[in-house]
């Protein structure tokens, strides 16, 4: 049969060379495509649609059937979330850190409020055990304190006050520097001596007088240190001089405070000899 002449069922056949059928060409298919994409894209611009985001859909689509059709889930912990899901991860998110913040605040407060707490009561119970507990004394007990305060504190204005016979009148046999640098020594052991005694109990009218005893012998210890001062001082090495004179003014006052101090020594130990008949007379100090 020949080229262009019908078959028996009325069409006609086109053939190649040798009788070949000839089969669409590269260049043929190419251009189809193109077309075909062309069209596409006309069509999509003329019409609105978003080429890249149906594409993004048919994509996560495919992930997705493909996923199902092996028998995991839907999503994968690497599929991105979408628009409405990501502001809630993120409140989610933030909200767990806050509360994490919030207990970790709460629990370093409490054991720092725990450790304060611990702190002061081991204090308190230092403070304690430092400080002696006050037991109340009875009438006997204080008539003894008082007694043996009154006793102690004779003895040290004696002390004092019989201590000036043994050193006899300065330039005899001391000299001026040691004279008084031992009556400045003598004063200061007396207050010394009283500060140290056990005042717990004892009747306040002897107390005050202690007190009394005490300034008196503070102010004897600053005067004879003044003295000291004018001796190493003073361009002769002795006591003269304008200084010198306000010195002696200052010395006759402290004398004359002696006698007072004196009269209200004499005074107490009369009123404890009447106040406290069962203990016997309160022998005052033997003054010089």
Known sequence: MYPGTPNHSGTSTMCCKNGVRRGLSIIEFVGCLVALCGGVILGSMYLGVDLQQLATHALQRSQSVDLSLLGLSGTSDEQAPTDDEAPASDELLQGSSESHATELAGGLESENTGAANEEESTQASEEQLASPVEVELTEAEREQATLAYWTALAACVQE??????????????????????????????????????????????VTDHAQQVIAWHTSGVKLYQRSLDLLTDGPAGDLSGPSAQSWQSAATQHRMEEKLVQDKHLGVASYLTHTYKSLGPFKPAAFR
């Open 160 to 205: 004092e006050s019989l201590s000036r016979r043994s050193v006899g009148k300065a330039g005899e046999s001391w000299q001026l520097f040691e004279y008084l640098t031992y009556r400045k020594e003598n004063h200061q052991r007396a207050v010394d001596q009283i500060e140290q005694l056990d005042s717990r109990g004892v009747d306040p009218k």
